[in-house]
Each structure stands twice: as C-alpha cells, then as structure tokens.
C-alpha cells in the first residue's frame, strides 16, 4: 500500500481523451435495447468527466459520434441525438456550476437547427468559465476533415506544390 509521501507525488494528466464506444455491445449483452446502452454509456461519460475535473483534470475530449455513425438506425440516431441535447441544455447547468467551458468540435452536416442553437447558446454560456474545458468531438470525421482543409487550400490558391505538413496545420 502506497504511503501519503507516494500520493503526493502523483501527476495528473493535464489533457484526457474519452472515445465512446461499445454501448450497444454492452446493452446486447445485457438484454437491453440499444437506447438503454447509450444511457448507460452517457450516464457514466458524465460521471467520468466529473470526477476528471474533480481530480484537476484542466482538458477533457470526449469523442462522442462521428459523421459515420448517421447511417445507423434512424430510431438510435434520434436517440442519441436526444442525449447530446440533453448535455448542451439541462446537464450543461452542472458542467456550468462547476465553472468548466463547453466547447463542441465537429461538423454542421446533419445537425438541426435547435441542435446547432443549443451548441451555440451552451458554447456562449460557458465561454468564460475557467476551472476546465470539456471538448465535445461531435459530428467529426478526420476523412472530412482532410477534405475540408484541402478545398480551403484550393479556395486560397495555393500552389499544390508548396503544401508541407505546416500547410496542411495550419
């Protein structure tokens, strides 16, 4: 068993990442409908993060739903859609007690105008807050980032043999 002087000693991370992933499996092996996988999973991200921050945690990413995952099951996509809303509206009240800024990383492809409304307003409301940020990888795709990067680098006219990892960065 560790003494006091080896806990005193432990480093926190300062950025953690969290990919969801494997709630239908799990609601499956429990005999559950997929809904119920994806409340579990989110129930326990929420926990998770909380007691991140609580550790002193200053970033947290959570990867959350990818541009592939709207070809699912129109019923789990509503419901999950259900879930993310419910973070940006009433769990943001807790994440904003806390004083954490929300900041949501993703695409606007697919999303509705009330989802893109509550991102916005959760984003406004939390801008100043300062004891964490959780970064919400939503609606990503890293193929779709690349694509968007190189049609930004077509729009600005700049000659394909100049393109560097620094170009592409930046």
């Known amino acids: 068993m560790a003494d006091s002087a080896d806990i005193s000693e432990v480093v926190v991370p300062r950025h953690i990442g969290y990919i969801v992933d494997g709630n239908r499996r799990w609601a499956k092996k429990h005999g559950l409908p997929t809904y119920e996988g994806h409340l579990a999973g989110y129930n326990a991200l929420k926990e998770v ?15 959350s739903f990818s541009l592939e995952n709207w070809k699912r099951d129109q019923d789990e996509v509503s419901n999950i859609m259900k879930l993310v809303m419910r973070l940006f509206t009433t769990d943001l009240n807790e994440f904003d007690k806390r004083n954490v800024r929300l900041q949501v990383l993703g695409s606007k492809i697919h999303l509705t105008k009330s989802m893109l409304k509550a991102i916005d307003a959760a984003q406004e409301r939390t801008k100043n807050n300062t004891a964490g940020t959780l970064a919400i990888c939503f609606n990503y795709s890293g193929q779709q980032e690349i694509i968007d990067a190189t049609k930004q ?7 394909p043999t100049t393109i560097t990892p620094e170009t592409f960065e930046h």
């Not at 680098?153 to 000659?159: A, N, P, S, T």
């Open 49 to 63: 993060a909380i007691a991140s921050l609580d550790a002193g945690i200053a970033y947290m990413s959570i990867y």
């Open 153 to 159: 680098l077509i729009e600005e006219g700049i000659d």
